[in-house]
């Protein structure tokens, strides 16, 4: 079991939420709150908001990258695209460079800038990693 399902599972646990309760507060379909708690599937980044928002948590420690659970006031989400180009600039580093620099090709690259897609949660880990910044830092929660 993933950091993920074990901290879905113990957030659902805190709230008194069944998957059919979370299924509702978020509007994610219970079958892929099943396959998230059963490690079958992680969210998509629309689903992984969502979940942040119901669980009112930061990103970093909903993936299990910090046992430290914070109480900072976190932001609302900024459009990916918005944040990646701000990033880019603020770290001063090209889309080739980023291309080189990571595992993901220039196409996901220019997606991700013109808001036609977003990140996986695994491309998300791998570009917080980059940048050396929190997840939430990446999605605009913490400015």
């Given at each position: 079991?993933s950091?993920l399902?074990?901290?879905i599972?113990?957030?659902?646990?805190e709230?008194g939420f069944?998957?059919?309760t979370?299924a509702e507060?978020?509007g994610i379909?219970?079958?892929?709150?099943?396959?998230f708690?059963?490690?079958?599937?992680?969210p998509s980044?629309?689903?992984f908001?969502?979940l942040?928002y119901?669980?009112?948590?930061?990103a970093?420690?909903?993936?299990?990258?910090?046992?430290?659970?914070?109480?900072?006031?976190l932001?609302?989400?900024l459009?990916?695209?918005?944040?990646?180009?701000a990033l880019?600039?603020?770290?001063g580093v090209s889309?080739?460079?980023?291309?080189r620099?990571?595992?993901?090709s220039?196409s996901?690259?220019?997606k991700w800038l013109k808001?036609?897609?977003?990140?996986?949660?695994?491309s998300?880990?791998?570009?917080?990693?980059?940048f050396d910044?929190s997840?939430?830092y990446?999605i605009g929660?913490?400015?």
């Open positions: 079991m950091k399902s074990e901290r599972n113990e957030y659902m646990q709230l069944n998957q059919t979370l507060k978020t379909e219970h079958t892929n709150i099943s396959d708690l059963a490690d079958i599937h992680k980044f629309k689903n908001v969502k942040l119901a669980f009112q948590c930061s970093d420690y909903l993936l299990g990258r910090t046992e430290i659970h914070t109480e900072e006031t932001c609302e989400v459009p990916f695209s918005t944040r990646l180009r880019l600039k603020e770290y889309q080739e460079r980023l291309k620099e990571l595992p993901v220039s996901v690259i220019y808001g036609i897609s977003q990140p996986t949660i695994e998300l880990v791998n570009l917080a990693n980059y910044c997840i939430d990446l929660r913490v400015r």
